[in-house]
């Protein structure tokens, strides 16, 4: 696990999102430092996947401001961020079911080129780049031998993982991951947990997730957002041990 020092990758000052009177974000500032592992977390409607979707630009912000790499970013479209080094982890539903494990994520490696991706005509042997970086990240999920199955015959928790490989093949500086233990199973849990763990040692990564073992275990730093607003933020032993966390976590079964 790294330390949380060293530069600012991403800072938001006084995020904003309000549909009508109610603001699902509510000025919120976050500071996330090159090489951390950025956790966000907090009851269910506490405006977490909100903020990541201002972070992300798939929505607008409402007021504040959002830096990326030096950046003002705020009013940029998603695919502006992505051009910028911001990869979100996809969603199973965007995977090519019926394309090989290898043949998604090449196809991933292709789309950060942007136009250039919309050379089809291209033989797939002319950008053996892309599957050089295909084949790295099938590496480091630790799916090679599935490398050439469809995607579609992984198992749900492989999917979750190939899902964040297909990320990585943007070869971001920022990985945002939202829940991506959701829905696993109890055995592809910890598959998961390493491998973001092993994230944290090469790219910045911003993850929600509910389960705190988890959360506990990898993050350097933790922000608890509570009604749209930071409630705490710090080191996993700071978080776990604040009142206010337990509080807000009242009548939620098995936090912190
Ligand atoms: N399009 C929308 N219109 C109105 N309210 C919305 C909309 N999207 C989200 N909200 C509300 O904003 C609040 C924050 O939602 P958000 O999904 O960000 O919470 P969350 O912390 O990610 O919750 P969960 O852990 O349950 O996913 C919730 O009360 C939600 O009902």
Same mark, same amino acid.
């Given at each position: 696990?790294?330390?949380?020092?060293?530069?600012?990758?991403? *800072?938001?000052?006084?995020?904003?999102?309000?549909?009508?009177?109610?603001?699902?974000?509510?000025? #919120?500032?976050?500071?996330? /430092?090159?090489?951390? @592992?950025?956790?966000?977390?907090?009851?269910?409607?506490?405006?977490?996947?909100?903020?990541?979707?201002?972070?992300?630009?798939?929505? !607008?912000?409402?007021?504040?401001?959002?830096?990326?790499?030096?950046?003002?970013?705020?009013?940029?479209?998603?695919?502006?961020? #992505?051009?910028?080094?911001?990869?979100?982890?996809? *969603?199973?539903?965007?995977?090519?079911?019926?394309?090989?494990?290898?043949?998604?994520?090449?196809?991933?490696?292709?789309?950060? =080129?942007?136009?250039?991706?919309?050379?089809?005509?291209?033989?797939?042997?002319? /950008?053996? $780049?892309?599957?050089?970086?295909? %084949?790295?990240?099938? $590496?480091?999920? *630790?799916?090679? +031998?599935?490398?050439?199955?469809?995607?579609?015959?992984?198992?749900?928790?492989? *999917? !979750?993982?190939?899902? #964040?490989?297909?990320?990585?093949?943007?070869?971001?500086?920022?990985?945002?991951?939202?829940?991506?233990?959701?829905?696993? +199973?109890? =055995?592809?849990?910890?598959?998961?947990?390493?491998?973001?763990?092993?994230?944290?040692?090469?790219?910045?990564? &911003?993850?929600?997730?509910?389960?705190?073992?988890?959360?506990?275990?990898?993050? %350097?730093? @933790?922000?608890? &957002?509570?009604?749209? /607003?930071?409630?705490?933020?710090?080191?996993?032993?700071?978080?776990?041990? =604040?009142? /206010?966390?337990?509080?807000?976590?009242?009548?939620?079964?098995?936090?912190?």
């Amino acid at each position: 696990m790294t330390t949380p020092s060293g530069d600012i990758l991403l *800072q938001t000052t006084g995020l904003e999102l309000a549909y009508g009177a109610f603001k699902a974000v509510d000025g #919120v500032d976050l500071t996330v /430092r090159q090489g951390t @592992i950025h956790t966000i977390i907090g009851p269910n409607g506490a405006g977490k996947t909100t903020t990541f979707h201002c972070l992300t630009g798939e929505r !607008r912000p409402t007021a504040g401001r959002v830096r990326f790499a030096g950046q003002d970013i705020t009013n940029r479209p998603p695919e502006a961020r #992505v051009g910028l080094g911001m990869s979100r982890s996809f *969603q199973i539903t965007s995977l090519f079911q019926t394309l090989s494990v290898r043949e998604n994520l090449r196809l991933a490696a292709q789309g950060r =080129d942007g136009a250039r991706a919309l050379a089809f005509w291209r033989p797939v042997t002319s /950008r053996p $780049d892309h599957l050089k970086v295909a %084949d790295e990240i099938i $590496d480091r999920l *630790q799916l090679g +031998g599935r490398a050439h199955l469809p995607a579609g015959e992984l198992s749900h928790g492989q *999917q !979750r993982v190939l899902e #964040v490989g297909m990320a990585l093949a943007a070869r971001p500086k920022l990985l945002l991951l939202d829940e991506p233990t959701s829905g696993m +199973g109890i =055995d592809d849990i910890p598959v998961m947990t390493r491998l973001i763990g092993e994230l944290g040692h090469d790219y910045t990564v &911003m993850l929600i997730e509910h389960n705190m073992s988890i959360v506990m275990s990898i993050s %350097d730093v @933790i922000t608890v &957002m509570h009604q749209g /607003r930071v409630l705490v933020e710090g080191p996993p032993d700071l978080v776990r041990n =604040d009142d /206010r966390v337990r509080s807000a976590y009242l009548g939620e079964a098995g936090a912190c």
